[in-house]
């Protein structure tokens, strides 16, 4: 009988690693989809061109284009100007950061933000794109802190574009994407992963990098 259980409780454990794998792009029974996804968000390069891009261009990218399709747009690098209203860490060690057009709400399609993405690439190991000192830097609201006065800073992120085909349908509803912190999306385009970190310097009137 306790053979029989933990045989049991092995095949359980290797049926949930594999089900892991396939979720996070690896492993045997990941889908092609999968595998690109987890390409592209684990990418090092830095962008040799970056494109500025607007909250409308972002609102024009296509959905549930063929792999090869939307493939071919992540080969640009953008930048986008805005606030970030909302910042956590991921499970999967990417700092998810929401940026949003305005500080303040001002009607329903622009309090969603577009999604950017730290990964562990980029910030591991660093001292500035660490996770307090950037919190304290774009004065974003958290689940367990209040809101900074002031309101959040204005920055410019770059980096890669990424179409996260599991934010969009037919993976998930357009109406689920909106109710909660995790769920305002305002598309599954991202920049993903962020190379780049600017924030606005009144005093200069223009953006100052924030060095790796």
Known sequence: MLRLAAAAALLVGVGLFLAYLAWVGKGPFASPAARHLRKMKDRRD???EVIPYTFADFDSLPHALPLEDYAAIERRAVSLEGYVQFMFASTDGDFHVDVSE???ASGPLRTLPVTAEITPQ???ESQTWSWEPLAAR???HTWTDPPWPGGPRRVRLSGWL????????P????PALTPGPRGRRRTGWEIHP???IELWDDSAAAFVDVPR
């Open 138 to 140: 774009f004065r974003s």
């Open 122 to 124: 980029w910030h591991r």
């Open 46 to 48: 830095v962008p040799r």
């Open 102 to 104: 305005t500080t303040s």
């Open 162 to 169: 990424l179409y996260d085909f599991e934010y969009d349908p």
């Open 194 to 196: 962020v190379t780049r």
């Open 171 to 174: 993976y998930r509803a357009r």
